[in-house]
């Protein structure tokens, strides 16, 4: 069973950057895709970005040009980097392997305006 812990969040004001997380154990992180996918308040989960195995990537729309996920397989982590945040942003963050749908705890982020 793979274990996923989300850090990196915080409060920033708009136009801002913030660096996520996602530390992965018990798994073989390089062969998984995994998924970044955010929940604001009174919304439904929301995919936000994946990276295949191989390092290939997609991004939803309403990030893409501004957020870039990436992988260390060395280090069995994945990143979210978030570039010229807007308070629509505003969410719990969480990261997914997607072989077994296994999710983090979540990590705050707040873009204040």
């Known amino acids: 069973q793979v274990q996923l812990v989300e850090s990196g969040g915080g409060l920033v004001q708009a136009g801002g950057s913030l660096r996520l997380s996602c530390a992965a154990s018990?798994?073989?992180?390089?062969?998984?895709?995994m998924s970044w996918h955010r929940q604001a308040p009174g919304k439904s989960r929301e995919w936000v970005a994946s990276?295949?195995?191989?390092?290939?990537?997609a991004y939803a729309d309403s990030v893409k040009g501004r957020f870039t996920i990436s992988r260390d397989n060395a280090k069995n982590t994945m990143y979210l980097q978030m570039n010229n945040l807007e308070p629509e942003d505003t969410a719990v963050y969480y990261c997914?392997?997607?072989?077994?749908?296994?999710w983090g705890q979540g990590t705050q982020v707040t873009v204040s305006s």
């Open positions: 018990g798994s073989i992180f390089s062969a998984s895709a």
């Open positions: 990276i295949t195995g191989g390092g290939r990537t």
């Open positions: 997914r392997e997607d072989s077994n749908y296994s």
